[in-house]
Every structure is written in C-alpha cells, then in structure tokens.
C-alpha cells in the first residue's frame, strides 16, 4: 500500500540512450511533481502536474517529456541521455502544499 | 524573490545533545512552512509543518520547530539526538496560488552524529 511509488528504483544506461520513469500515487492527489536531485543533495522541481494538466516546467531540456495519462500517473522520458543527466530522481505527489515523495529512481548515463 | 536559506551545510552532535538546524526565509507573505528529512538512500519524508495558529509546532521523531515572524526564520530543533537522526535536512516554505502548489526547497544540512 505504497503512497507514492517509482520504478525503476535503479537505471544504469549509456550515453544517447531514452529511458522513462514511472511514478504511479494511491493518495488520490490532484497535483504531482519531478524532482531532480543533485550530487550535493540540491533538489530542483522540473515539472508539475495538476489533474493531468501540466502547471510548471521549469529551465529543463527539452530531452525531458512528462506525460501524465491520469491523475494517479506521472511518467518521466528522456531521449539521448547525457551524462549530466545522472542524478536521483523523484515523484511527488501534494495535497495542500504538503508533498509526499516516492523513494527516488538513481540514474547514472555512462 | 522568494528564497529559502539553510545556512549550515553540515552539523556535526554528539548522540543525546541538542539540535538546532536553522532556516531563513524571504516570502511575499508567510508561507506555509515544512521540514522535510531524508535518510540515505531515501526519499524524503514530512518531519512536521506550521500553517498557522501555535508557532512552536511538534513533528514526529521528537522534533519542533518554532515560527518567528519578526525573524522570517523556522527553525528545527530536537532536545537529545538519536544516532538514527543523521540525514539530510530541508527547509521548506510554500503557497498555494489558485490552487497550486509552490514550493521552494533550501539546499539542506547533513547532520552527522558522533557516537
């Protein structure tokens, strides 16, 4: 009964690569985020999602595409992979300003 | 612009002494206000958060934090420190404009714990 989940836990990939992420929430949010976290534990908000709709998109590459096909989902794609794309990835999801995070998606591009 | 300050990149206390991670916030109007916390390898999870009303707020795992308007500050404080206390710390203050959420993050303090 996991409030926020995230698969993969672990992406190992190489450089030009697409990969995606899924988040999938049960808390019955309306709002959902991307969170990148660095190497120094820095956390930037990428995206959010309010009930499907996309609400901010921060400075990210285009590389980057959320979709969200319900409310409950927020997936992440990235084409060609680049290594400053290694980092921690997290799903949120937030009720009332309150966030609730998944356990994070570790991505390293060799 | 709305900014959020940790001051202190890493603390370091001896198990069973007192805690205090500081947070300077600078915000249109007060914020909703949280601490989050991530142990290694986690992600991160809610410690405890003021909307209004008492300005000394508990949080699980024994922490508080107090709301000082005139010092636009929120800080976390705990009065004997567990070695399961050592993590990353967040400050957070956020709003809700037209029911969105907006949330800033500070850069964190690493609190280590001396047995």
């Known amino acids: 009964d996991t409030a926020v989940s995230q698969t993969p836990k672990y992406l190992v990939t190489q450089m030009g690569n697409d990969k995606s992420i899924k988040c999938e929430q049960n808390?019955?949010?309306?709002?959902m985020y991307w969170y990148k976290q660095d190497s120094k534990k820095f956390l930037k908000i990428m995206f959010s999602?309010?009930?499907?709709?996309?609400?901010i998109n921060e400075t990210v590459p285009n590389r980057f595409s959320p979709k969200s096909p319900d409310k409950a989902h927020l997936n992440l794609h990235i084409n060609s992979l680049e290594l400053g794309d290694s980092a921690v990835y997290f799903c949120?999801?937030?009720?009332?300003?309150?966030?609730?995070f998944g356990p994070g998606t570790r991505l390293l591009v060799l | 612009a709305q900014s959020v300050t940790q001051p202190d990149i890493h603390i370091t206390v001896s198990e069973g002494a007192s805690l205090e991670l500081r947070c300077n916030y600078s915000?249109?109007?007060?914020?909703?206000l949280f601490w989050y916390v991530q142990s290694p390898g986690q992600g991160l999870q809610l410690l405890l958060k003021?909307?209004?009303?008492?300005?000394l707020v508990q949080g699980i795992k024994g922490f508080e934090a107090e709301f000082k308007r005139s010092q636009s500050s929120f800080n976390l404080r705990k009065p004997s420190v567990h070695w399961s206390d050592a993590a990353e710390y967040f400050c957070a203050p956020a709003s809700i404009v037209n029911r969105d959420d907006k949330i800033i993050f500070g850069k964190g303090t690493r609190l280590h714990i001396l047995p």
């Open positions: 999602y309010n009930n499907k709709e996309l609400i």
């Open positions: 808390l019955g949010h309306d709002t």
């Open positions: 949120a999801s937030s009720l009332a300003a309150t966030q609730y």
């Open positions: 915000y249109g109007a007060t914020p909703y």
């Open positions: 003021y909307f209004s009303g008492d300005t």
